[in-house]
């Protein structure tokens, strides 16, 4: 048995290698930073297989299943992916359209590549990593909330067709609350606000959800609080509480 995981090297995606390596599946773990997936490589008890790629190149997600499609991956994993914070008419472009390349057309070829691998044998588990974000617009991280919708809905949409026809493939939309890794960082958050749910914590819960076919896994039950709430308020108030909450993360300063 075989997991592939995308955005290995680091936070959710490394401490789902550790999860999955425990259960006893070997690894193909994929990420951009070369020198860190060494590095995990060396801590798993198990045969891992270390590629070090930028998915935000379509050809390279072409290039990657062509490299793996004949291994028995039984889990896709897509991880990988990044944010940006910041008024939608001052964030770069540049930026933003890699993001879209990453968040967006890596997990969408990914997963139809692999899904028709899955469909023909009748099994197989793809988890995609969305976000809470995916449930409403964001104002100042409006391509990343719009990126992580993508995500969730295209997941359910998928879940649906392979309940349809009865398949034993299941497909799953993780979406966790905040979480402590390297990802405010990168999206150029100048204040964090909220301890969120350790990384482990949430791979541990997705792994196990996961082999549970659940369509969509939201971890921890102050989240599952939070989408409740989200369910019922009216929109102008959602939309008014995610600018505040950017706000504070320092997405207005100078």
Partial sequence: MKALITG?????????A???????????????????????????????????????????????YAQVK????????????????GPFHMTDINTELAMID???????????????DFIKRDSGYILNVSSLAGFLPGPLMAAYYASKAYVRYISEAVWEELRQQKSNVSISALCPGPVPTAFNKIAQA??????????AVVARYAIKQMFKKKRVIVPGFGMKAVHGVQ???????????????????GALDE
């Fill in 231 to 249: 369910r019922i308020l009216p929109m102008r108030a959602l939309l008014a509480f995610a600018h505040k909450r950017m706000t504070h993360k």
């Fill in 8 to 16: 290995a090297s680091s936070g959710i995606g490394r401490d789902m």
């Fill in 190 to 199: 100048r204040r964090i606000s909220g301890k969120g749910l350790p990384s």
């Fill in 70 to 85: 004949d291994e028995p991956i039984e889990i896709l994993i897509n991880n990988a992916g990044f944010g940006l914070i």
């Fill in 18 to 64: 550790h999860v999955l390596a425990g259960m006893g599946y070997d690894l193909i773990l994929v990420a951009r930073r070369k020198e860190l997936l060494a590095q995990l490589k060396e801590e798993l008890p198990v045969e891992v297989r270390a590629i070090a790629l930028d998915l935000g190149q379509g050809k390279n997600c072409m290039a990657l």
């Fill in 102 to 116: 990453i968040n967006i057309k890596a997990v969408h070829i990914l997963t139809k590549l692999f899904l028709k």
